[in-house]
């Protein structure tokens, strides 16, 4: 197998390291910037390098597009029609129309395109969703995200548009739907081109719940959490926890009944407190997983767990919240979302992914 990644800075540098690990897989690095390649070559002295995706397309099987998102369509839509299969990172593209492209693109050619979603790759997010779906937590009142840090600013996207693709792939994946509303607030602090903080509530109808997602580039703490309140139970998953990642709270909130008069100036609620139980989880490196798992899809000819309909319906989502953005915030509904075609497909067992 002969892959091409293109694009070898902060996040394609590790596709490069972790698929260097993939038994026959025979690497080739491009990228545009001289330095990026000579760096490249010093870590990587057995691997090939060349400084445009056309000059290697001829000799590789698949591409792994590892750009700025601005760049995502263009290159893998040359890769597309090449006859190559594709990995594209997060967001798959910077417009529903150029999701769609590719999407249509990859079944026109008869090629596999996957989305880079790395937390549909994490043992910890597949616990968060077994607890979701096993009713353990009971009945889910809000899933809480928080993606903060000094963040790297993008230049060819928002805040939202970076982080947020993660927290939408986690919660829908978590709870097994699409968002139907989005309501936004954002506000760019340092520079008046890109917001750097957003806070996003994202409706789930059948569910119905909410989520509310905090991302910043602006914040001096790193923190990586996913909350869900349950009406029995409460979970908070942890990314910077290397031994702790989920924690089960025994704990909750009951309406008090209120029958003696005397009671009037009681609390109106109850706490049930219990437990706090940290599951074990077997954790691999999500990004090996997820890029395991796109060989052995290109190898069998199965389906990938996130293809490129997975990765339009998150940008959807995210297309919504430029729309309520210039609505000043107001919820904005989202059209067409692709009703989880991926969901059904996760309880097999997927080519690539240990159980
Ligand atoms: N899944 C994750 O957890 C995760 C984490 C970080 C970044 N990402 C995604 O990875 C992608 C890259 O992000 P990054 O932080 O590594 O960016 P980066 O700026 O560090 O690196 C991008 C590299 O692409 C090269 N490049 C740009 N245009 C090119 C072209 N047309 N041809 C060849 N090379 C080109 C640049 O020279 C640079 O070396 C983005 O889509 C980002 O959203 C995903």
């Known amino acids: 197998m002969s892959l091409a990644v293109v694009g070898y800075g902060y996040w394609g540098s590790k596709h490069v390291r972790v698929l260097s690990s993939v038994p026959g897989v025979d690497l080739t690095i491009v990228d545009g910037e001289p330095e990026r390649l000579a760096d490249a070559a010093a870590h990587h002295p057995n691997v090939r390098t060349a400084t445009r995706l056309g ?19 263009g290159l893998a839509r040359r890769a597309i029609e090449a006859g190559r299969h594709v990995l594209v990172e997060k967001p798959l593209a910077t417009s529903v129309e150029d999701a769609e492209l590719l999407v249509r693109a990859a079944h026109e050619n008869d090629v596999q395109l996957m989305v880079g979603h790395t937390f549909e790759y994490n043992a910890a997010v597949w616990k968060l969703r077994e607890l979701v779906r096993s009713g353990s937590l009971g009945r889910i009142l809000y899933v809480d995200t928080a993606r903060l840090s000094l963040g790297r600013y993008q230049r060819d996207v928002n805040v939202i548009w970076d982080l947020a693709p993660h927290d939408i792939s986690i ?132 389906r990938p767990q996130t293809p490129g309909e997975r990765g339009l319906d998150v940008v959807r989502v995210l297309a919504a919240t430029d729309d309520a953005l210039r609505n000043e915030g107001r919820a904005t509904s989202l059209v067409g979302v692709t009703e989880a075609p991926w969901g059904a497909d996760l309880e097999v067992p997927v080519p690539g992914i240990a159980s």
Request: proline content about 7%.
């Open 171 to 302: 919660v829908s994946f978590v709870l097994d739907e699409m968002p139907e509303q989005a309501t936004v607030w954002a506000h760019s602090h340092i520079s008046s081109q890109h917001p750097d903080v957003a806070y996003l509530r994202l409706d789930f109808p059948r569910s119905q719940t909410h989520a509310y997602v905090h991302v910043s580039w602006l914040t001096p703490r790193k923190v990586r959490q996913v909350t869900v309140v349950g009406e029995k139970r409460m979970a908070v998953y942890d990314d910077m926890s290397d031994n702790e990642r989920i924690r089960i709270y025994d704990i909750g909130v009951d309406v008090a009944a209120i029958t003696d008069p005397a009671d009037a100036f009681a609390l109106p609620v109850s706490y049930r407190t219990g437990d706090i139980i940290s599951p074990y989880i077997a954790f691999e490196e999500p990004l090996l997983v997820q890029d395991r798992h796109f060989i052995a899809c290109l190898r069998s000819g199965t």
């Open 55 to 73: 000059d290697v397309l001829g000799s590789v099987d698949a591409v792994v597009v590892a750009t700025p998102p601005g760049t995502h369509t």
